[in-house]
């Protein structure tokens, strides 16, 4: 596959806004549109960019991260969040919220809610990365 | 006690992550710990349910009918119990059997996500998680049909997803649509609401869609082709897992949305179903009695074991009911421990085919006495277990007085009888002159590999035996399930009515 | 518990000696019927003992021995015992001999179970049992194709008359409410008045039927002849066999009595007893005639139980005895006879009573019996026979006598032609008597049948108490051996007399009868069990499950689509009507008739790239209408699935040729084209149904009112997704993750033999399937391809 370099800078220069912006969503979710799904969504689409754009080869090389064990933690984030309410609480993902007020940055909504909604996040953004990797990489090893 | 009712499904979801460890030892430790942790749960819970009570946990401790419930009665206590002995013992198969290639690319998280699709199945109380546990059972059987990745994996393999996902949009659609017309998702909720209505109206049509949705997932006539096309291409652990489970799950959700939700409009559909359990039975034996493949002659018998379990479902009463919930144990057990037998046969002689293998009987005699019960057992043959399910079955038709449905029955358990005849004489009796070819031979398995093997089969076998030599306390089992499920004409059955008891705790179902 | 032990006895006997060690200690398991025997003999009547085995469905293994199940329990255990002592002889493997030992053994306790069974739905599990054990020996040499055939055979008539007989007794069960046998025996009067009860005879009468081997079920008796012999005489003549005799006379109060009962039994054992006496004589292997010659005393012996009275029932339990006796020697010398010569061929043996002396004394006793020549036993048994027939018509007591004719004709050839004359020329081998241990269990059988006549008052009472329990009367009865010179008298001289005279003309008269049609249903069996059946299936399943995607689709589409236009039809409801179609504004419907085109233009494209992009902007309208509607978050969600879906798609569509490979024909076009159109018609009214149906308040308002309170989240559609319905989320996120578990597996692992880079290999691709098969060819996907044929 040939790759542009524009594409390449390109993409270089959206991830860590695509990022930020992911990030952004899983937070804000929970009272405006947005959430884990989206958000996990938007986050992989950065890496699926610089991989169309450098190949996945690179990209696992550089990043380093094992996008498919994350996927798993991510289900066992969500789980573990809907333990957490079995264990504290009376039923399995039942809620626990935890609000601390930090100053200089507000009050903080913490809760097992968002912690799942965390897992989600992570499990989207693992899946659909590992299975566009996993497919860029098999159309590479055909084009050689 | 309630709230831990979600143990069978977090329990295979654990043990699937755990047998994702990179060492194959540790990987099976975890495995074999979660299967059994598995059975364990499940015979608690028979054990806590064994009085009639109702176990009901709602999730995130939202009041019904908001939150999502997980009802446990007779019913889910028993096919849980079921799915956790065939899981735990494929399980053991599985891992004397399977490559190891497939082992490295997650057999075992796979087969435990399935289980925790089933168990997620069994458990919950609401339309919409039925459905999520129905895609995560076709995701991973999916995948684990296809891994491995060999050319008639993947043709079959294509035709089970593409039939599959048009059930799956059925279903999904006629979920919404119920949602809007009902209001509620909640199954209980749904059946108090239903049973309101002066006459079934626009949940004809509903009852329509979720018999044709879970009638693929259930392979019955004229939907189950993508069945025959795939079940004999993955390993025999796999096609034993999902011959044994898999299609018993679409008829349990009938059970559950078309008798438990939808009673007036089923009856309605009475002479629909009639007519569909009597082809489905038909075209099952006769599709078995054409194949010279073990596999594939099992595999059609899975059509038309369907066809008995819809008959439960065609009679409408609540005894056909029961028979159905005792055949539907039967069933399961005895097709499992055939292709598990099956796969003994296949691993000790290399071959599933009819024409290549023969003189079993004396090579093996062991195989052959376990292939003797089953394969008997299948065929009604008293007093192993499938005697007592078709005469409880053919009992609660004649009581009906559906007559045409017995005589199919009855000639159709001929025909079964007739295909086991025709494996016994080829495979065990004849005398073997067939040369196997270079990919016929023997797998190579160590010592503790072919135990394992045979021995959780024999443990199949035997569990079939008692279901025929003592089946008392599963038929009053199933009587008290089938009691609790049908509904009383006015909208209460002992489901219903266990669930509005513990929303009037929580304060729920405020109406 | 003694009954049970009756049944245990055997069975554990059976069980155990198969895993014993094999030497000739074995032969010792003959203690086991003897002691049976012994006890039988000596307990008398027993009445019912229950133990509770399934009370949900009201079996209990009730037992009880009355004066009935007392007879057939001596038959069993003694004849059971002959049997096994001659096997002793007859099998020179101990291995072979411990097989058909542990058979027998079971079997007998399955025969035991039958005669003994106080509960009508136990005795079927027995009845049931006696088949399997009846198909495994007939199996025995199952390296012989012929066996293997016999054996199906047996197992399907008797099976397939079982599951008639099941349906039978179910409904009579149902009828009277219960399986206990006293019950359902005293309750005569209210299953004769019920509307089912014409078919619970009839469907009971078939299974008698079959397994007595009454015409035109009588054929698979014959083919189990394939067993060793010493099984053919214990089950095939002595005992399995007569379980349908037993099964009518035992169920002769709750459903005989009637025109339909006694009228059919009467009629079929007649008919039986004639055609298969004469058919006997057609045959030249011995254990066929003798097999014929069974099929037709069962026809003699169902006959009589269709007259039913005192004399003709006192003549089946006669006959039952006199039958096992005689028929046990005859056929356990026609084993004897073809150990020794190599042979069963009547046509090729002769002599043999020079070498064969203790065999032939036996043999000559039983077929004399046989014969009904006085004063055995056998003419005893006839005698009874025609006074029971001559109640009747003229011409019932004319076809009694020339079936009497053609048995005595029978019973003289086997005894001439065997042992008679010299020993031919091209005998296979040069016989030699038989070891002691094999003549002696046909000599006491021909002991005991040339005593009885003259001991007869020691059989008056169990006889007695059999026509008892039949009849429910009391009856004393007496048996004498003569009566003086009466009619039956005469006319059993005049059945023997002419049986000796056509014995000198056998020759032409055999050559005349295997010219005439045979009338046999075997014949009929072969063509549908053996060819029609699968071939029938085949054809049948190839029709179904043809391997073509496509085909499977339009299948499914269509029953659904069917389905759902028979339902809306039928609900009548007002669909468009009903729902608040006005409201869509201009934009609303702009955006639906773009999905439309868009919808077109997919399925219309004519490369794979324009059908993705097509596609494409059908997801995108999609979230469009979300966004119209108010849902940003869905809007925002579908339109991210919609760039990685079309993403996947290129990667995925990289693989394959850009243009389609295949193009349907017009008329598959038009066929897919319709069932599509229907389709989203149909969901389209569903749609407007559902909406136009809104018949309950929704639960929504709540997740409202609830959202921030219990959530604490103003975004009501994320604490839905991630607290109200969160478990279907943890649910959904593991579907995700499997998913990406079958991509990797399904990319990464494949059979090693197959390199890389086939997903790509376009020019392979084409409907001819070559050498390089391409493991993933197109047609696959496009569903044109053809699976493995089914046989």
């Known amino acids: ?144 | ?511 | 518990m003694l009954l049970l032990s009756f049944l245990l006895i055997p069975a554990a006997a059976g069980f155990l000696i198969a895993f014993l060690p094999r030497n000739s200690f074995s032969r010792w398991v003959i203690a086991v019927p003897a002691v049976l025997f012994l006890l039988v003999l000596t307990s008398g009547e027993i009445p019912t003992q229950v133990i509770s085995w399934i009370p949900s469905l009201g079996v209990d293994l009730a037992l009880a021995m009355d004066g009935l199940g007392s007879w057939f329990a001596l038959i069993i255990t003694g004849v059971g015992t002959l049997v096994l002592l001659y096997a002793a002889g007859y099998f020179e493997d101990p291995a072979k001999y411990v097989r058909f030992a542990s058979y027998t053994l079971l079997f007998m306790a399955a025969m035991l179970g039958i005669v003994l069974s106080a509960n009508l739905l136990l005795l079927f599990v027995f009845w049931e049992l006696t088949s399997v054990t009846s198909y495994l020996l007939i199996g025995f040499y199952h390296e012989r194709e012929e066996a293997r055939d016999g054996a199906r055979r047996a197992l399907i008539v008797t099976g397939g008359g079982g599951l008639a007989m099941l349906a039978g007794v179910i409904l009579i069960g149902v009828t009277v409410g219960s399986f206990d046998l006293e019950t359902i025996l005293a309750n005569g009067e209210q299953i004769k008045a019920s509307a089912v009860y014409a078919p619970a005879v009839i469907l009971i009468l078939i299974g008698a039927f079959a397994k007595s081997a009454q015409y035109p079920l009588h054929f698979w008796l014959p083919g189990a002849m394939e067993a060793p012999t010493p099984a053919s005489a214990y089950l095939h003549s002595a005992t399995m066999v007569k379980a349908g005799i037993f099964l009518l006379a035992r169920l002769y109060p709750a459903i005989g009595d009637t025109p339909i009962f006694n009228g059919t039994v009467t009629a079929v054992g007649l008919f039986t007893a004639v055609y298969a006496s004469i058919y006997a004589l057609r045959q030249s292997d011995l254990k066929a005639i003798l097999a014929y010659s069974t099929v037709s005393w069962l026809g003699t012996l169902t006959f009589l139980i269709g007259l039913g009275t005192k004399d003709s029932i006192k003549a089946a339990i006669v006959g039952v005895l006199a039958h096992a006796l005689y028929k046990g020697a005859l056929f356990l010398t026609a084993g004897s006879i073809d150990h020794a010569a190599g042979t069963r061929d009547i046509e090729r043996i002769g002599g043999l009573g020079r070498v064969m002396r203790f065999t032939m004394i036996g043999a000559v006793i039983a077929g004399i019996s046989m014969a009904g020549i006085p004063p055995l036993f056998g003419f005893l048994a006839k005698e009874t026979l025609l006074v029971g027939a001559l109640e009747f018509d003229p011409i019932i007591t004319a076809l009694v006598i020339v079936s009497a004719i053609f048995t005595t004709l029978a019973a003289l050839r086997i005894l001439w032609d065997s042992f008679a004359g010299s020993i031919p020329e091209d005998i296979p081998h040069k016989p030699h008597e038989v070891s002691p241990i094999m003549w002696s269990a046909p000599l006491i059988m021909g002991a005991v049948t040339l005593i009885l006549p003259f001991t007869l008052t020691v059989i008056d009472r169990p006889v007695s108490a059999a026509v008892e329990s039949i009849r429910r009367v009391p009856s004393e009865i007496h048996l004498h051996l003569f009566e003086g010179i009466n009619t039956p008298f005469i006319l059993s001289m005049i059945a023997i007399t002419a049986g000796i005279v056509l014995f000198a003309l056998r020759r032409p008269l055999i050559n005349l009868l295997r010219r005439i049609p045979g009338l046999n249903t075997s014949s009929i069996y072969d063509a549908v069990i053996g060819r029609a059946l699968p071939g029938g299936a085949l054809f049948l399943t190839d029709i179904v499950q043809n391997g073509k995607l496509r085909n499977y689709i339009s299948i499914i589409v269509a029953s659904f689509v069917g389905l759902m236009l028979t339902l809306l039809i039928i609900i009548d409801n007002e669909i468009l009507g009903a729902s608040d179609l006005a409201g869509a504004d201009i934009q609303t419907a702009l955006i639906c008739i773009l999905l439309i085109v868009a919808a077109l233009a997919t399925v219309l494209a004519p490369t794979r790239l324009a059908a993705i992009a097509a596609l494409g902007i059908e997801g995108a309208l999609v979230s469009l209408l979300f966004a119209v509607f108010g849902a940003p978050d869905l809007a925002f969600t579908q339109l991210m699935i919609e760039v990685v879906s079309l993403i996947l798609f290129v990667l995925a569509f990289h693989f394959l040729p850009d243009t389609f490979s295949t193009r349907a024909s017009r008329i598959r076009q038009l066929r897919d084209l319709t069932l599509a159109s229907l389709v989203g018609v149909i969901m389209a009214a569903l749609v407007l149904m559902a909406d136009g149906n809104r018949l309950f308040p929704s639960i929504s308002p709540w997740y409202v009112e609830n959202s921030i309170p219990r959530g604490q989240g103003a975004n009501i559609v994320n604490v839905i997704v991630i607290d109200f319905r969160g478990m279907d989320t943890q649910g959904e996120i593991l579907v995700l993750v499997i998913a990406a578990m079958g991509v990797v597996g399904l990319l990464r692992l494949r059979p090693v033999d197959q390199p890389r880079g086939q997903y790509l290999e376009t020019d392979t691709v084409s409907n001819q399937v070559d050498d390089a098969e391409p493991s993933l060819p197109i047609e696959w996907l496009e569903g044109n391809s053809e699976e493995e044929p089914n046989s």
Do not use: C
């Open chain 2, 1 to 511: 006690m309630t709230p831990l009712i979600i143990f069978p499904f977090l329990i295979p979801l654990i043990t699937g992550f755990s047998a994702l460890l990179k060492r194959r030892g540790r990987r099976r430790v975890a495995f074999s710990i979660g299967v059994t942790a598995n059975l364990i749960a499940a015979v608690v819970i028979m054990a806590s349910t064994y009085d009639g009570t109702i176990l009901i946990s709602q999730m995130g401790d939202h009041p019904m009918p908001f939150g999502i419930s997980l009802v446990i009665d007779s019913l889910s206590a028993i096919m849980l119990l079921l799915t956790a002995v065939i899981a735990f013992l494929v399980g053991i198969f599985a891992m004397a059997t399977i490559d190891a290639n497939r082992e490295r690319f997650a057999f075992f998280p796979l087969f435990a996500f399935l289980v925790a699709g089933l168990n997620f199945a069994f458990l919950t109380g609401d339309l919409f998680s039925l459905y999520v546990a129905f895609e995560i059972m076709l995701m991973s059987s999916f995948v684990m049909l296809t891994l491995g990745g060999e050319r008639g994996q993947l043709e079959g393999g294509i035709k089970y997803v593409t039939i599959n996902l048009i059930s799956s949009t059925i279903f999904v659609v006629a979920a919404g649509l119920t949602y809007a017309v009902a209001g509620t998702l909640n199954m209980a909720h749904l059946a108090i609401r239903f049973s309101q209505l002066a006459d079934p109206g626009v949940t004809l049509v509903l009852a329509g869609m979720f018999l044709i949705a879970f009638g693929i997932k259930a392979a019955i006539f004229p939907l189950f082709f993508w069945l025959p096309a795939s079940y004999h291409t993955p390993p025999i652990a796999v096609t034993a897992l999902f011959g044994g489970l898999l299609t018993k799950v679409g008829i349990y959700a009938m059970w559950r949305v078309l008798i438990l939700i939808l009673p007036a409009a089923t009856a309605i559909l009475q002479p629909l179903l009639i007519t569909v359990s009597i082809f489905t039975m038909i075209v099952g034996v006769l599709g078995a009695v054409a194949q010279m493949d073990v596999r594939r002659l099992l595999s059609f018998h899975v059509i038309s074991q369907i066809g008995y379990l819809l008959m439960s479902l065609a009679i409408g009463t609540t005894d056909a009911l029961s028979a159905g919930i005792f055949f539907m144990a039967h069933v399961i057990l005895a097709k499992t421990a055939l292709f598990l037998i099956s796969g003994i046969v296949h691993e000790l002689e290399g071959s599933y085919h009819l024409k290549h293998l023969g003189s079993v009987a004396k090579r093996h005699p062991g195989a052959a006495v376990m292939f003797f019960i089953a394969a008997l057992a299948l065929a009604g043959i008293p007093p192993f277990s499938g005697f007592w399910a078709k005469f409880l079955l053919l009992r609660a038709g004649i009581e009906a007085q559906q007559y045409l449905l017995v005589g199919v029955g009855l000639a159709v358990s001929l025909l079964t009888l007739y295909s086991m005849i025709k494996i016994w004489n080829e495979v065990f009796w004849k005398p073997n002159t067939y040369t196997p070819s270079a990919d016929e031979q023997p797998t190579p398995l160590t010592r503790i590999e072919r135990r394992a093997m045979i021995g959780a089969a024999a443990v199949m076998v035997v569990l079939v035996f008692a279901l025929g030599i003592a089946p008392e306390s599963m038929i009053s089992l199933s009587n008290r399930a089938a009691a609790e499920l049908f509904p009383n004409g006015l909208g209460h059955s002992g489901y219903v009515d266990a669930v509005v008891a513990a929303s009037a705790e929580i304060g729920g179902l405020s109406e």
């Open chain 1, 1 to 144: 596959m040939t790759r542009s370099l524009f594409f390449k800078f390109l993409a270089r220069a959206m991830m860590p806004i695509l990022i930020l912006f992911s990030i952004f969503f899983l937070l804000r979710g929970h009272n405006q549109p947005g959430g884990g799904f989206v958000g996990g969504l938007v986050g992989a689409s950065s890496i699926v960019l610089m991989t169309l754009a450098y190949g996945p080869a690179e990209v696992a090389s550089r990043l380093r991260i094992d996008f498919r064990r994350a996927m798993f933690w991510g289900v066992i984030v969500a789980a573990i969040a809907g333990l957490l309410g079995l264990i504290f609480q009376s039923s399995f993902l039942e809620s626990i919220w935890f609000k601390p007020y930090i100053d200089g940055i507000g009050k903080l909504e913490l809760g097992t809610p968002a912690l799942f909604d965390t897992g989600v996040y992570i499990a989207v953004f693992g899946v659909t990365v590992s299975i566009v990797m996993a497919m860029a990489d098999e159309s590479d090893r055909e084009a050689e």
